[in-house]
C-alpha cells in the first residue's frame, strides 16, 4: 500500500478509506500529511475533514520537534511553500483526539535513549540536515520521497542504528498513541455511521494501516490523490 507517489511532476500523498468488517458502521479516513506543501494541499485536507466526527492528530509538543518545525518553516520559505501549521485544526476542536507525545510522555521515551543517541538526534542529525536542505529546490525535496525505504537507511547512517533506538523514539513510540487511541474508540459501540480520520505524517500510515487491517479488521475500500505541490 503506497500512501505517497513522487514523480518528475512534483509531490501527491493517497488518501484511503478504510472500513471496519465487523462493525460497517465505523469508516476510517487515512490523510498522510508532508510537513512541507501548497496551501492548497492543507486546504484539500480540510475538506476531508468537515465530515469526519472523530480526527486523530499528531502535533508533538516535545521540545525538539519544535526545533525540527522551525527548521521546517526555513526551508518552506525557500521553496515559496508552507508548513504544516496552515493546516487549521482548531476549526475541529470538539473533535480532535491528541495521539502523540505530549510533554511528559516525550520525556519519558527520550530517558530510554543513550547519551550516544541524544548527541545524534540533537547535533549529528541537525547538521546534517543543515546541509541537506542548504540549497534545497523542489526537484531536490520530490527526490526525497523517491527513495526506498533502504536508501533512506543509508542516509540515515549517522542518525539511526543497528538497534533503532532512535527510530524507536521517533516512530514506534509515537505510532502506538495511535493505536492506543484506536484501541479506546473500538471499545465503544456504534448503532450509527461514524467517520474517524487519522491526520499524520505520510512516513506513519504503513504501520498505522498494518495495525487496522491486522489488529482491528478493517479493509481498504477507496483511495483518491491529493496534489502537495508541483514541480
Request: charged content about 35%.
Amino acid at each position: 500500500m503506497i500512501f505517497y507517489e513522487a514523480t518528475s511532476f512534483g509531490l501527491r500523498v493517497v488518501t484511503f478509506q478504510f472500513v471496519n468488517k465487523d462493525n460497517k458502521n465505523i469508516k476510517i479516513r487515512l490523510l498522510p500529511m508532508v510537513h512541507i506543501g501548497s496551501e492548497k494541499y492543507y486546504k484539500e485536507v480540510e475538506k476531508y475533514l468537515e465530515d469526519c466526527d472523530r480526527i486523530l492528530f499528531e502535533g508533538n509538543g516535545f521540545k525538539s520537534w519544535k526545533i525540527k518545525m522551525r527548521n521546517n518553516e526555513k526551508t518552506a520559505r525557500k521553496l515559496n511553500l508552507v508548513t504544516q501549521k496552515e493546516l487549521n485544526l482548531k476549526q475541529y476542536k470538539d473533535k480532535l483526539i491528541h495521539a502523540d507525545f505530549n510533554q511528559e510522555s516525550g520525556k519519558e521515551a527520550w530517558k530510554n535513549l543513550t547519551i550516544i543517541d541524544k548527541i545524534k538526534y540533537n547535533i549529528v542529525f541537525p547538521i546534517w540536515t543543515y546541509f541537506q536542505d542548504k540549497n534545497i529546490t523542489r526537484s531536490k525535496f520530490v527526490k526525497y520521497f523517491m527513495k526506498s525505504v533502504e536508501d533512506l537507511d543509508l542516509i540515515y547512517g549517522p542518525y539511526m542504528d543497528e538497534k533503532e533506538r532512535i527510530k524507536g523514539f521517533v516512530d514506534d513510540s509515537r505510532e502506538k498513541k495511535v493505536f492506543e487511541e484506536l484501541d479506546k474508540i473500538h471499545k465503544e459501540k456504534f448503532d450509527e455511521e461514524i467517520q474517524i480520520a487519522i491526520v499524520y505524517g505520510a512516513g506513519h500510515m504503513k504501520a498505522i494501516s498494518n495495525y487496522m487491517m491486522n489488529k482491528l479488521n478493517y479493509k481498504s475500500r477507496e483511495a483518491d490523490f491529493i496534489e502537495v505541490f508541483k514541480i
